[in-house]
Every structure is written in C-alpha cells, then in structure tokens.
C-alpha cells in the first residue's frame, strides 16, 4: 500500500471517509459536538450533498426520505441530539429502508462540551436497531462501511456510536477506493413504510425478527473478536473502554464486541463458559453488563468496580485490578482553574455586561454565550436543552405572574433549531415576556457552522437567509427591535423598555462572531488616566489583566474591539493605533 | 521505541498544529501514531492538552496516563505546571515562560501558584523554559509559537532535519512555510 494511502485522520474525518467509500450521496445533520467535523468533512466530497438541517429531527428525516429514494444516507449528531430526532428515529426503526441508512451519535463521556453524559445505546436499545461501536479512528471508517451492509442486507436503520475520545482522536488510517452504487428504485409500499397503528403492529413483529436474526449471525461476525489469553479473566468490552482495558491488561482474555445490540448471546455464552471471572468494561452505563446478569452468566466485576461516570483510563483500571496507583512526588492542587471564555471581541459579551449590571433573571441555552454563565457576569440563571430558554420563560411567567426584569437568550441557530415553536407558544398562549436572539451569523459554539439565517450553506455556498425579524413578526410578535449588543447604552435602554411593555417582544441582537469578521487587530490600552476602578474587569475579557494592581490590555491577546472602552467611565482606555503582528 | 507527548496550552493558542506535525512525521518514518485532542467548549480560553504517543509497536489507548509522558511542550507556564504529573521522571519540558492568567486569578478569587516555577525545575529532568512568543514574533508572527517549540524539542525526537522541513512544508499555508521553517531553526537554537 502506498504511502498516500494511509493517512493520520481524525474519528470523525475517518467516518466522512468510509461513508464516501460506501457509497453514501445524502448527508443531513444538524452540528453538536463531538459529531461535527463528520458532516464538515462530508462536505469536501463532490459525490456527497452534505447539508445542515436546522435540526436533529429534519436531520433524520431527510436521511430517511434519501433512503426511500434508494441512496445511502447518513445523518450526525450528537447524544443529546438523538433525543431531538427520537420521533422519526423510533418509527424508521420499524419501517426500515430502502438505501442503507445510518444515523452516527456521539457521546461525551466526561461532559467536554455538553449539559449531560446520557448513554445513546440505551435508545438504539429501546428503539430496537442493530448498534455498532468502533473503537479507534480506522474502525470508524471500516464500521460505517460495514453498517451500510448491514442496513440493507436486514433492512434497518443501523446506529453507529461514537463518543468523544473516538471522534477526536486521530489514528492512520488505511483508505480505500469509493464504491459507486446504483440507486435502487423506490417502490410503494404503504405496509412498509405507512406506520399507522394496523402496520405498526406487524411492522413491530419484523423488527423483532430481525434483531434476533441479526443476534444469532452477529456471532459470527469479525467485529466481535475474540482475544483468548490468561483464561482465569475474561473481559468483555467494546469501543473506547477496549483500549484501556487491553493496555491495562494485556495478558488476559477479551471479548471486545464490535456489535452491542443486540448481543451476540450465543458468542458471549461461550465466551463466558471459556474464562474463570468474567468482567465487563464498558464506559458509561451498564448496558451490556446488565443483559448479561439477566441470562444468569455470573459476572465477577463490572459497574461495582469501574464508575458510570466520565472516562476511563488504563490506569484506573490498573487500580481496580490490585495495582498500586502511581506515585506523584509532585502536588499541584493550587493550580487554579482556567474556565473557558467568551473570545475577545466577542459580540455577547456586551449583552451579558448589560443583563448583569441590570440583574436580569435569564433563561438561557445552548451556545457560547452560556459561557457567561460565569464569572464575572454570571448573568445566565437556567440551562437545559436547545431552546428550552422560550418555553421556561413562557412557564415561569404564567407560575409567577410576572415578567419583570426577566427574559430569555438564545443563539440565532438554536432559535431556528427549535426555539421558534417555543416563541410560537408565547404568542399564541398569551405571553408579555421578552426573548432575546443573539444573531452572531454563524453557529459559533460548534466551530462556525452554516445556518438556515447565515446566508451560506454546508458546502459554503450562497443560500437564503431566514429574516430573523420578519419570522418573529409572522410568529405573531409586534415588538421586534434589532440593536448592536456593543451600543451599550441603546441596548441597556431596550431591554428595559422591553422587559416593562405589557406585551411580547423580541430583541435581536445583531453583530457576527468576532472569529468569522476581521477584527481591528489594533489593540487597546489603558492610559494614565485609568482610576482603578475596574469597570473593564466586569466584562470578563480574556486580553484584560491585573498587572502591579491595575488593569492592563494584553497586546498580543486584543483584537481592539474596543468594548472595554466603552465600559471605562474615564475615557482611560483607548486605542493604541498600531496594528499588533 | 516509544515517545508520549504531551502538548498544553490555552484554547486559541494553536496546540493542534504542533500534534499535527508530530503525527504527520511519525507516520513517515513507519511508526504508529495516536493524537488525541479537545475541541469545542473548552477552546473558548480554556485549559487545552493533546496527546501524541508513537511507537513502533500498536498503540492503543489514545490517552497518556499521569507520570507517562516523555515530553511535555507547554505554551504556557500555568498549564506546564498543570499537567507535570504527566510528565515521567525525568522526562523533558519545554516551556514558553508567557503567563496568560485565568479568570479566577484576574478576579482574584484564586492565588496564582507560589511555588510554580521551582516546582516545574524538580519534576522535570531536563527544563527547557525560554520565551518563545518572543521569537515567534520576531520570525513573524505569535502563531509560529507551536513550531518554536518543536524547533527546542527536535533534538528529543527521533526525525531528521529534512523530514521536520518537509513536514513543515507539506502541512503549513502556502504563505507560511518560510516563516514556520525559520522560526523552527529559531527554537532549535533556543
């Protein structure tokens, strides 16, 4: 194999490039870290549309409809995307498809970047699809080719689980040639793919043929590989947990699953039968742990040995098997914390400097901007899911019967990904609350992702823009006002008139992400007639630091905004006219 | 042969072109290579760490354990300091002495270590701490800060001059490769 044929690739590039070699032509996925770099890469194929879809659940079902239509289809997202995208996720369970189609979820083991560490297995599980695990970056390009035959040979929709080690790992990778595939016609069929409650009912039926059938072949299958070493311990285990487990333990016997669900019983039985103790490793919930205990196969040690939450390493596993843990001759516990931050230049860092001086009580959500959840705005009360900051606000309006000082705060992709039905809800059940709409003009948490309202779509290209303003007008709000979050004086003004009217209304903020602009590049300074008063500490930027007692401007860290000297009541800090290398 | 590298910084400090190197050049010379790194919330300014390990065997597990790694490149002092129960006994340390200082310090809500710099000196077998800001800025640009501090530590690791070069030049912009070449040069002399 030549040398170009084996690449360093990301998890996640790795995916985009064995979905290419399958064959794939339709992507849909809406971004979530640690899913996004599959659909960006998706993207650079000329053979694939790749699109972001405003949300999860269109994501799943233009994957869907691509399906029927006789292609491969893929659709991304992460875990808690799933819960998104579970109603059209839990019926094409049932109907099947017609192309191969996969739905690729990622965990956060650890909550890197995410509200919560749910365990999508358990919801391929409960929605009764074969789910694959890779366990390193070309497993990840083998797998998805693989998932692809397994979607059409049993006629399924195949979860592909990843999490974030995976994703964001890079490992070489051996490429492979593209395989051009036919489509195949679409043919009606209102039993198949009509679930109303008399289908359903047989449609369930299948289903439940099918994973038994695909329990029994699995077995066979190389993805489940059996690794016999020291008989006396038996492991089994699959994805990330296999690697620490097996660098941890590199002597005894592993079973590491390729599939885990359903499960190759018939492969774990004997496998259990083979070994002394049985031991199960599996990062997360105990999923495979606990259909194994209810066959009546003993297991020795599993979630009583190694914890639900965050991720392993080998080390820990080391420790639980008897090893000492190692020894630090070195302490650094007073090592304070770095808390991620808004970027310098940030544009919500001008709304949030206004929401904390006013000590507005906010909902918020997903996004960067939930970053100002910290110190030293603090000025974010509530997070929970994407666009959940309309409906809390609406709710809490109606439990308290007041809206005083109170409003919600969303990213513009999060209110188009589904904060629209919740200000639908405000308007048509009565609401006199305020939501704010950040429009940065990109999807910025992610890494700047294209947005139905960005002007330009996944591949880059010039699209429609959705009229933030003109929606909300057709949702039915009166008052919408659009203002720069740097104009500090004229927003503090409109979020108190806002917040008193005795009606909806929504405000947009409008300023692009300053990691999408060309920013001034000319840094601020703090000049002698700085008081000390530290206004310019407030506003939480990264460039601005105390130095012999008194607020400097870090040069090298400013990107001259110039936001800072607009807070400063002294007109001490000012720009330095020099452009900074 | 095995070398784990750990590479720790500061989100939007430009970790990830260094481990891109690193991997690129392993794979080169036969090797396999795992690199692990963070993306997403914590690149907004947080506490950044990618993990290079090369072996001429099979690497498994993508992550260094504590008291594992060979090499340890910091940007920057806190991180350094953050991460040297990583590094192995007497492992290497190159530093960039630039001190970015975390939110919880500017408020004043937490002291900045006092003992950090003798701290970084016993752990370590050999320290390298040198500001490499100030050389990349003299090449041209703070950016050039990872490539500075590949420059320090090539002498740890086992690729040649030309293959650094040609790396260099395969995987930087267009723009960028003479700048990026010479301020590697730069942090060789370091």
Redesign the interface.
Request: aromatic share 4%; charged share 25%.
């Given at each position: 194999m030549s040398e170009k044929n084996r690449q360093i690739m990301l998890g996640n590039e790795a995916f985009a490039r064995g979905a290419w070699e399958a064959g794939v032509t339709v992507v849909s996925s809406y971004p979530g870290t640690p899913s996004t770099e599959v659909t960006e890469a998706a993207a650079k194929y000329d053979e694939i549309h790749a699109e972001w879809a405003p949300n999860e659940k269109v994501g799943v079902e233009t994957a869907m409809g691509a399906s029927l239509g006789g292609a491969r289809a893929l659709s991304c997202m992460k875990h808690v995307g799933l819960n998104v995208a579970a109603d059209p996720f839990y019926t094409a369970a049932y109907t099947g498809v017609n192309g191969g189609f996969v739905l690729l979820v990622a965990d956060d083991n650890g909550c890197h970047s995410s509200q919560n560490e749910q365990d999508s297995r358990y919801h391929g599980r409960s929605a009764g699809v074969p789910i694959l695990e890779p366990a390193d970056a070309q497993e990840c390009k083998d797998y998805i080719r693989l998932a692809y035959d397994i979607s059409e040979k049993y006629d399924t929709v195949v979860l592909l689980r990843s999490n974030t080690r995976i994703s964001h790992s890079r490992g070489i990778v051996e490429l492979g040639e593209r395989t051009e595939r036919e489509i195949i016609p679409y043919e009606k069929n209102v039993n198949k793919y009509v679930a109303m409650p008399a289908m359903a009912r047989k449609l369930h039926v299948a289903q439940e043929e099918r994973l038994a059938q695909i329990a029994a072949d699995s077995c066979e299958w190389d993805i489940n590989d059996v690794q016999m070493g020291d008989e006396s311990i038996g492991i089994i285990t699959s994805g990330i947990a296999y690697q620490y487990a097996k660098d941890a333990l590199p002597d005894v016997s592993f079973l590491k699953l390729g599939i885990v669900n359903p499960l190759p019983k018939a492969l774990i039985r004997d496998f259990a039968s083979n070994v002394g103790k049985l031991y199960v490793i599996e990062e997360g919930d105990p999923f495979i742990e606990e259909q194994i205990r209810s066959w009546g196969i003993p297991v020795t040690g599993g979630k009583d040995m190694f914890t639900i939450q965050g991720e392993y390493s080998a080390n820990m596993i080391r420790e639980a098997f008897g090893e000492d843990p190692a020894e630090h001759d070195v302490d650094v516990s007073d090592a304070p914390g770095r808390p991620p931050l808004l970027c310098a230049g940030c544009p919500h860092r001008g709304l949030f400097h206004v929401l904390s001086k006013k000590k507005t009580r906010v909902f918020g959500d997903i996004g960067c901007y939930t970053l100002s959840a910290l110190p030293p705005t603090s000025s974010m009360d509530t997070t929970l899911c994407m666009g959940a900051s309309i409906g809390m606000a609406h709710g809490f309006e109606w439990a308290t019967g007041s809206k005083e000082n109170t409003v919600a705060v969303l990213g513009d992709s999060t209110f188009l990904h589904s904060g629209i039905t919740g200000l639908i809800n405000m308007s048509y059940n009565g609401s006199k609350g305020t939501v704010i709409i950040l429009d940065n003009r990109i999807t910025g948490m992610t890494g700047h992702q294209q947005n139905p309202a960005s002007g330009k779509n996944a591949k880059g290209e010039p699209a429609p823009a959705v009229d933030l303003k003109e929606l909300c007008q057709a949702c039915g709000v009166k008052h919408v006002v659009e203002v720069d979050p740097f104009e500090l004086e004229e927003v503090e003004r409109i979020v108190e008139e806002e917040t008193s009217r005795d009606e909806l209304s929504v405000i947009i903020t409008k300023r692009p992400c300053a990691m999408i602009v060309k920013q001034p590049g000319i840094p601020m300074v703090v000049t002698d007639r700085c008081r000390n008063c530290r206004m310019c500490m407030k506003i939480g930027c990264p460039a601005i630091e105390i130095k012999d007692g008194r607020p400097i401007v870090v040069p090298e860290r400013c990107v001259g905004c110039g936001l800072c000297a607009r807070v400063c009541p002294f007109d001490a800090i000012e720009s330095t006219g020099k452009e900074e290398k | 042969m095995k070398t784990n590298i750990l590479i720790v910084g500061?989100?939007?400090q430009g970790t990830l072109l260094a481990?891109?190197l690193l991997?690129?050049l392993a794979?080169?010379d036969g090797y396999?290579?795992?690199?692990?790194?963070?993306?997403?919330?914590?690149?907004?300014?947080?506490?950044v760490v990618t993990h290079v390990k090369i072996s001429d065997e099979k690497?498994?597990?993508?992550?260094i354990?504590?008291?594992e790694a060979d090499i340890i490149l910091a940007f920057e002092q806190?991180?350094a300091?953050?991460w040297?129960?990583w590094l192995k006994e007497g492992g290497s340390l190159y530093v960039n002495v630039q001190q970015?200082?975390?939110?919880?310090?500017?408020?004043?809500?937490?002291?900045?270590?006092?003992n950090l710099e003798e701290?970084l000196k016993?752990?370590a077998g050999k320290v390298k701490a040198f500001n490499a800001?100030e050389i990349a800025?003299e090449c041209?640009?703070?950016k050039a800060v990872n490539v500075v501090l590949l420059g320090a530590a090539a002498r740890d690791l086992p690729f040649s001059e030309e293959a650094w070069m040609r790396v260099i030049s395969e995987k930087v912009k267009g723009n960028f490769v003479e700048m990026n070449k010479f301020a590697f040069q730069r942090g060789q002399q370091a």
């Open positions: - | 500061v989100g939007g481990s891109v991997g690129n794979l080169e396999d290579v795992k690199l692990s790194e963070v993306h997403g919330m914590s690149q907004r300014g947080g506490s690497v498994g597990a993508p992550l354990e504590e008291g806190l991180e300091y953050r040297l129960p970015i200082l975390p939110m919880p310090v500017v408020l004043g809500d937490a002291p900045w270590p006092e701290a016993q752990r800001l800025e041209g640009s703070d």
